[in-house]
């Protein structure tokens, strides 16, 4: 499947291409969205047996570009499942075609990708190998691919951004996404690149990238990849590194070239390093090439697949995707010192999140006996005024009505954040009995797809809180006699919450 390509046939217009689809190729794992319409992610031929266009003997297929459109629905027909997708940037309709042109028949396509320039706008790290395992030829035959590769991806301001970083013993980057935004002086900056030599810490190096690379000159909400080669095979373990750039909301994109002989296997510290790096093994995250001579065929299709990459998994996490809610108790049994804490546990816990006007949001509503509205999801999109906000609330003092909050929160601070599963959460910090019932609003608002997170103090009664908090109780539920006990809870909240995001997507 690795060598399926799309194809544009020359008597077609933009808007149309003739596709060759091949036998079987729903044995394939193929990945359709839609029905009638297909998101442009989908494999056509999959696409073309779902319509009934195809069967399983394969032919040529008619594939009619659209524009990018929401909730494509999911149905089963000719025995393939596609999927529901809320949104995606473009479509395509699939139809019958009788005549295939020579000049295409004896090609296989799949997949309608976008074409790179300024629809393709990705933050690009190249992680180059720079080890003893290239040597210096391998190395100069690697620059000047990676060169042609930038050239292909049409860098530009408005366009995708591209740096370099090195894998080596030790990860060194040579420039970042800002430094150089022109073709011309990328592939000038790409020939200054020295080779370094050393062992294949590849692992290493994306952990590098996660952590220093990305933290600077990155455009916010657009989609982040490290696109890394490796020749052989790594020296180091990339399990790891993956997890944080996926936790981080960074797509790693394997260029495995010159795979390790069947005499070398036995020298590979892990065979399965490629299915545990990427973000999901369904070969969307990799592309092989056989050996560095004769790469030129792979540039355009490489920074085709690229660009297909966007707001593909990884871009979309728990930290950039959720709606936080926080309800807080302001009864007169807290005390105003306490209520502080209440709000430093609140803040840190929303520090942990990417909020943005196009990420994760945050609202906050204090109860006593009646509620206020804090602020609304929509107030503050930029996250230092959204953090400050949280700790600028004023404590208001009064008596416990926890189950009317919960029934407020979720009819106004959700009410115009509709969102997919696992999207809504909302974290209820108390520390008494409520004086009315909490039971029936808190399965309300579980009904509405806000996860519920209880959060007690002091002599908040555990089966208040159990009874608040979502399924399964024992990790929704939090309880500590002391106020400054607080900030133990934070990481295991956002792990949970991030954990059901998962979970649920």
Request: glycine share 8%.
């Amino acid at each position: 499947a690795q060598a399926v390509f799309s194809i544009l046939s020359s008597h077609l217009t933009e808007e149309k291409q003739l596709v060759l689809c091949p036998p079987n190729c729903t044995l394939w794992r193929v990945s359709v969205f839609g029905s009638r319409v297909y998101a442009a992610v989908s494999s056509v031929c999959g696409a073309a047996v779902h319509q009934g266009v195809i069967r399983s003997s394969g032919g040529p297929v008619k594939v009619h570009k659209l524009q990018g459109r929401q909730n494509y629905l999911g149905s089963y027909s000719h025995g393939v499942q596609s999927q529901a997708l809320s949104r995606w940037t473009a479509s395509f309709t699939v139809a019958q075609s009788v005549n295939v042109p020579q000049e295409v028949s004896s090609q296989i396509a799949t997949t309608v990708l976008p074409a790179p320039g300024p629809d393709c706008q990705m933050e690009i790290a190249l992680l180059l190998d720079s080890s003893n395992n290239i040597g210096q030829r391998r190395f100069n035959l690697q620059k000047n691919f990676i060169s042609k590769l930038a050239v292909m991806l049409k860098i530009g301001p408005n366009g995708p951004h591209v740096g370099v970083v090195q894998a080596s013993d030790t990860p060194q980057t040579e420039f970042l996404l800002t430094n150089y935004t022109q073709p011309k002086d990328v592939v000038f900056a790409i020939k200054e690149v020295a080779y370094l030599g050393g062992n294949t810490n590849t692992g290493k190096a994306i952990m590098h990238t996660v952590e220093s690379f990305f933290q600077t000159g990155v455009r916010r909400g657009h989609p982040r990849v490290i696109v890394v080669f490796i020749d052989g095979w790594p020296s180091d373990d990339l399990e790891d590194a993956a997890v944080l750039a996926r936790e981080s909301g960074i797509n790693v994109f394997l260029v495995p070239v010159a795979k390790p002989a069947l005499e070398e296997l036995g020298m590979v510290r892990d065979k399965d390093y490629m299915k545990k790096a990427v973000c999901k093994d369904n070969g969307y995250f990799t592309y092989a090439i056989p050996s560095w001579f004769g790469t030129t065929k792979h540039v355009k299709p490489l920074a085709q697949k690229l660009c297909s990459v966007d707001q593909l998994l990884c871009s979309k996490t728990c930290y950039n995707s959720v709606n936080l809610g926080f309800l807080i108790d302001g009864s007169s049994s807290i005390g105003e010192g306490n209520f502080r804490l209440i709000l430093d546990f609140i803040t840190a816990v929303a520090r942990s999140f990417d909020i943005s006007d196009i990420g994760s949001r945050v609202g906050a509503v204090q109860f006593t006996y009646d509620q206020r509205m804090e602020f609304n999801m929509y107030d503050y999109p930029v996250k230092d005024d959204a953090l400050r906000a949280l700790q600028g609330i004023p404590y208001m003092s009064g008596g416990t009505a926890t189950g009317d909050a919960v029934a407020y929160a979720t009819q106004n601070l959700f009410l115009a954040r509709k969102a997919g599963p696992g999207r809504n959460f909302l974290i209820v910090v108390t520390d008494g009995q409520s004086y009315d019932d909490v039971r029936g609003p808190a399965l309300a608002a579980q009904k509405e797809g806000i996860t519920i997170y209880s959060v007690g103090v002091a002599w908040a009664p555990m089966d208040d809180l159990q009874t608040m908090a979502s399924e399964p109780k024992d990790s929704h539920t939090f309880f500590t006699r002391e106020f400054t006990g607080l900030q133990q809870f934070q990481q295991p909240l956002v792990r949970g919450i991030c954990r059901d995001f998962t979970e649920a997507n």
